[in-house]
């Protein structure tokens, strides 16, 4: 295949190593927020208190990771001066104000326990925002050139969502004793499941360019996030109900397979915009052209 | 598109950049740097032809290709040479994205990037589907505003303004000026389109191999470029996509499916809380 001395044709994205780590501390933060609501109304009160601070927490480190990316850090509130529906980044910058706003009024609230009504309304304000903090990161990376990413549009707000309950689960499963930490497990080892069986059938569906996801440094993330993603929901599933620590080192090494599989995902897209075969080949075909044709050079022969 | 400027809109200008005339000068490199103070970002020999500047990005906003077609001793050579800028998309990616509205599309139709209140988030760099945008990262020049979350490097995105400065003034952009066989082409795009038709029917009746209209149509997955081309081989041998698609084309159905998904999620939260809390 024929490319320009083989450069890529397009850019590689500039983003650094926080944007990984934010889709998952968005992700562990999005989810938190809905596990701690619906445990406050099927009234585990401990499980709602720890997840509202595992929320809070995640949803005050998120920010600093974006800032901290930015080029031009000081000029961070740009981000609100407008609002675009067009822009991912624009609607997702907007619900994590409001998601982070929200959960740690709730959280602090919680923490002293007072003023229990607004707590209660904080708590169901984070969580209606953020189940979409939690998925918008997919829709985000999928709104790109990037093929793996572009072409992935219709399956990574389900990896990253799975991804975000199996690491929303896994938070609450270290932090609350196992008597209380039913719903956590169960969300631990479900959403590790899923995120395998959504990973699979991504990368079929993909075909060539599902390639770059079993490849290279993304590879090595993919085979780390699976092995640490069920090993833990194993261990989770084995003897997280009777044993403290048993839960804990299950759910430490479920969060660690749940930020590989975000760097996974990030790597690959870099390798996909490197190699310009990815970028190529797929609109070759998209657009009806058959295989590169032979230029003769001998029969250029146009005068001017 | 232009609607929102009432009576301010100007006719939609562009380039049309005929391959087949280039004679792989730079002028075009040289005159853009110049007047556009865009900053020296390293001089190297690639060994790659002629060319040593390899690509579009945040320091290069014209870039003059060359590629020797044919073995050597067996056929006749052909240099391809062709002056790549940026296409000020009818639908631009880069726009579209842009969280601050930093991009925006000016009363002439072209695409520019407003520099003072660009916050360097990088979303736009993935998005160009020509990879032509790119974030500086060459030392700031201007005082650092807050000292301590500051970062030293320029940190904004760079990339072709279609010489905004100099439309508003009544100039045409300084790389067609400076071109000295017409291949770079500035104008009223709907000229440049009937114009671009002329010259390719002229080509083919001379029997010219391979040369072809890039960008042209207005019905390609951008709505047609700004800035098109005459090409003499596919696009992908310049290094151009084939079949560029501006990806927000795709987000309401990007929307819809984070919707479902987001509807998923919250139901597998509940679901996990049937059989109580142990």
């Not at chain 1, 501390?25 to 938190?32: E, H, Y």
Request: proline share 6%; glycine share 10%.
């Amino acid at each position: 295949m024929s490319s320009y001395y083989g450069r890529p044709v397009l850019k590689e994205p500039v983003w650094q190593r926080e944007i990984p780590w934010y889709f998952f501390t968005g992700g562990l933060g999005g989810a938190s927020s809905v596990l701690s609501l619906v445990a406050r109304v099927s009234g585990n009160e401990l499980l709602a208190q720890r997840s509202i601070q595992i929320a809070s927490a995640a949803d005050a480190v998120s920010p600093l990771l974006l800032l901290s990316d930015l080029g031009r850090p000081e000029r961070f509130l740009n981000m609100l001066r407008v609002f675009k529906v067009t822009s991912p980044m624009s609607v997702g910058s907007w619900i994590l104000a409001y998601t982070s706003a929200a959960s740690s009024v709730s959280a602090f609230l919680n923490t002293i326990g007072r003023f229990k009504r607004t707590a209660d309304l904080a708590r169901l304000a984070s969580a209606g925002s953020g189940a979409p903090l939690a998925v918008y990161t997919a829709t985000l990376i999928s709104d790109t050139a990037i093929p793996v990413w572009h072409e992935a549009r219709h399956e990574l707000p389900f990896l990253f969502g799975s991804s975000a309950i199996a690491s929303a689960g896994a938070a609450s499963t270290i932090v609350v004793p196992p008597s209380d930490a039913g719903p956590a497990r169960r969300m631990a080892i479900g959403g590790a499941i899923v995120e395998n069986v959504v990973m699979k059938a991504m990368e079929k569906r993909l075909g060539m360019l599902g390639e770059p996801y079993r490849q290279g440094e993304a590879g090595n993330y993919a085979k780390l996030a699976k092995a640490c993603s069920l090993g833990g929901a194993a261990l989770i599933g084995l003897g997280g109900r009777r044993s403290r620590i048993a839960a804990a080192a299950g759910g430490t090494l479920l969060l660690a397979g749940e930020a590989a599989l975000r760097w996974s995902v990030f790597k690959a897209g870099f390798q996909s915009a490197r190699d310009p075969k990815y970028t190529v080949t797929p609109q070759r075909e998209r657009a009806g052209y058959g295989p590169p044709s032979r230029t003769r050079p001998d029969s250029a022969e146009a005068s001017m | 598109m232009l609607d929102s400027y009432g009576t301010e809109a100007k006719e939609r200008v562009g380039f049309f950049t005929d391959t087949s005339v280039c004679i792989g000068c730079k002028a075009c490199e040289v005159a853009c740097k110049e007047w556009n103070l865009v900053p020296e970002d390293g001089l190297v020999w690639t060994g790659e032809s002629y060319d040593n500047t390899s690509e579009l990005g945040a320091n290069t906003w014209r870039h003059v290709a060359f590629i020797e077609q044919g073995e050597p001793e067996v056929d006749a050579l052909r240099w391809l040479m062709s002056s790549d800028v940026c296409k000020h998309c009818t639908h631009a990616a880069c726009l579209d994205v842009c969280p601050t509205g930093s991009l925006i599309r000016t009363e002439y139709g072209t695409v520019v990037v407003q520099e003072d209140i660009c916050n360097g988030c990088g979303y736009c760099v993935p998005a160009c589907p020509f990879g032509v945008i790119d974030k500086r990262h060459l030392p700031r020049q201007d005082p650092p505003a807050l000292p301590l979350i500051t970062k030293k490097e320029d940190g904004r995105v760079w990339k072709c303004t279609l010489c905004y400065d100099r439309l508003k003034g009544g100039h045409e952009p300084a790389c067609a000026k400076a071109c000295p066989t017409d291949s770079i082409q500035f104008g009223p795009l709907d000229d440049l389109r009937e114009r671009a038709e002329r010259r390719l029917e002229k080509l083919q009746a001379q029997n010219a191999n391979g040369a072809r209209l890039y960008g042209n149509d207005p019905d390609d997955g951008v709505g047609g470029f700004g800035a098109f081309f005459l090409l003499l081989d596919e696009p992908e041998v310049y290094g151009l996509p084939p079949d560029p698609v501006v990806t927000t084309r795709d987000l309401p159905g990007m929307w819809r499916t984070a919707a479902i998904a987001t509807g998923a999620l919250i139901a597998g939260v509940a679901a996990a809380f049937v059989g109580g809390s142990r």
